[in-house]
């Protein structure tokens, strides 16, 4: 019940397409989802995070969807650019307690110039 | 500091042998995170502090692993008697409670 689980392991687009990273969780009291950007060498670098009372959010060319009935959650990187190559890592916390987080496997994107 | 630190950023040891890393995080943070990341793989959790709170060791992945915290501040992961499979990026993070974790670079740990 302490699992995220992200799909696909590993993607590969276009320039200019929309990469789709999906994750699952069970935990309902989870109620905050960060995804994470790591590039090679470096460590994971918070992107955009999402709170369950709203469905979308924005932030420049990412948007993260959540489906809270589904329990599911997906991030979508509009007008992809080979600059966005790198491994994207959601995760999931309870912040009304001391609650650690938990994080999928990574997706590896590759944006062909 | 500006942000969360790690040292070192690298060290290769030999089989058997005990390690050290260390990890300094953003000043205030109460929260302080080990993840252990293996070559093409996701963060494993290894542990995490919270204040004066008893650490969650639960992912700690044998008693060779053992890790400490004095107050809010610097941190160090120890492995005992390291073994090949010990090697990995290990990933240090802190944050604010309710707030988001930042990463440090991360220790590359090589066990020849």
């Known amino acids: 019940q302490q699992q995220v689980k992200q799909s696909p392991q590993s993607l590969i687009v276009q320039k200019g397409g929309i990469p789709i990273i999906n994750c699952a969780y069970e935990?309902?009291?989870?109620?905050?989802f960060p995804w994470y950007q790591q590039f090679p060498g470096k460590g994971p670098a918070l992107l955009i995070a999402i709170r369950p009372d709203v469905s979308e959010k924005k932030e420049g060319r990412f948007t993260i969807s959540f489906n809270k009935s589904a329990k599911q959650f997906s991030l979508h990187i509009m007008d992809s650019q080979p600059g966005d190559s790198a491994t994207y890592f959601c995760?999931?916390?309870?912040?009304?307690?001391?609650?650690?987080?938990?994080f999928g496997t990574g997706t590896r994107l590759k944006v062909l110039a | 500091g500006a942000g969360v630190s790690q040292s070192p950023s690298n060290k290769v040891t030999e089989k058997g042998k005990d390690v050290e890393l260390r990890c300094d995080p953003i000043?205030?943070?109460?929260?302080l995170y080990w993840y252990r990341q293996r070559l093409g793989q996701g963060l494993e959790f290894l542990i995490y502090f919270q204040g004066n709170s008893a650490p969650d060791k639960s992912g700690l992945p044998s008693d060779r692993f053992s890790a400490e915290r004095t107050g809010e501040s610097v941190s160090t992961l120890t492995i005992q008697r390291t073994q090949q499979e010990d090697s990995a990026v290990y990933l240090c993070a802190s944050s604010l409670v309710r707030s988001e974790a930042f990463f440090g670079q991360g220790t590359r740990l090589t066990v020849v």
């Open positions: 995760a999931a916390s309870i912040t009304s307690g001391t609650y650690k987080y938990i």
């Open positions: 935990n309902t009291a989870f109620d905050y």
């Open positions: 000043s205030g943070h109460t929260a």
